[in-house]
């Protein structure tokens, strides 16, 4: 079975600091990976993905994320938090036996970063 | 590019009655668009996948007759809840995906909040 993990509810980070918000994920064979950010009672917004290549992706608004096979992980990085970057980001998996188009969500981390 | 439109953003019912949220593809062809429901502080629920010109595809758990999903054309699908009832009161998204992208992301409405009195 397919599955994403965010092992934190919430992520607490000073601006200014750096951040990181964590994702691991199972699936079979060569994952499709994303990152989401919804902001309060809108829909979600695209921030990267990872499909082949690089393991090192760059998105939008600055940020980042590291795909590491070894580790099943796709880490959400930034290297100098915003207070606006305060939202909810969603780690997503698309494997390729999902059987079409279905994406699998994380259950979310809260980012707060305090000014 | 790649916009999605969801309407209405708030809607507010009487318990009995059906309300029609629509789900708008504005700058692209979306031959698959994802109806997802949204409880307060939890991830997604994927409820139904909705292809163009068949019949939308239902998770396990969510009932057909009381989420009818119809996507007549390339561009707009809708989701209508019948017979609403205030367990129903939630925040509802759709997106949409490129024709043919297994590896694209997802392009998502704005979500629509309803509230069943």
């Known amino acids: 079975a397919q599955s994403v993990a965010q092992p934190e509810d919430q992520v607490n980070v000073a601006e200014g600091n750096p951040l990181t918000v964590k994702c691991t994920y199972s699936?079979?064979?060569?994952?499709?990976l994303f990152w989401y950010v919804q902001y309060p009672n809108r829909g979600l917004q695209f921030l990267l993905k990872y499909i082949t290549g690089d393991n090192l992706v760059k998105g939008s608004y600055g940020f980042e994320a590291e795909f590491n096979k070894s580790q099943t992980s796709f880490h959400l990085k930034k290297p100098s938090a915003l207070v606006s970057d305060s939202a909810l980001y969603f780690c997503a998996v698309r494997g390729l036996n999902t059987g079409g188009f279905k994406t699998i969500f994380g259950a979310g981390t809260r980012l707060f970063v305090k000014a | 590019g790649a916009v999605v439109s969801q309407h209405p953003s708030w809607v507010i019912c009487k318990s009995g009655t059906s309300v029609k949220i629509e789900c708008r593809s504005l700058d692209f062809q979306a031959t698959t668009m994802f109806w997802y429901r949204q409880f307060p502080k939890q991830s997604l629920m994927l409820m139904a996948t909705?292809?163009?010109?068949?019949?939308?595809?239902?998770e396990q758990g969510v009932e057909k007759d009381k989420f009818l999903i119809n996507h007549a054309s390339l561009t707009l699908s809708t989701l209508t809840v019948t017979s609403a009832h205030p367990e129903d009161s939630s925040f509802y998204i759709c997106?949409?995906?490129?024709?043919?992208?297994?590896?694209?992301?997802?392009?998502f409405g704005e979500g629509s909040r309803l509230t069943v009195l």
């Open positions: 997106s949409a995906s490129w024709a043919g992208a297994n590896t694209g992301e997802l392009f």
């Open positions: 909705s292809n163009e010109g068949s019949k939308a595809t239902y």
């Open positions: 699936v079979s064979g060569n994952p499709y």
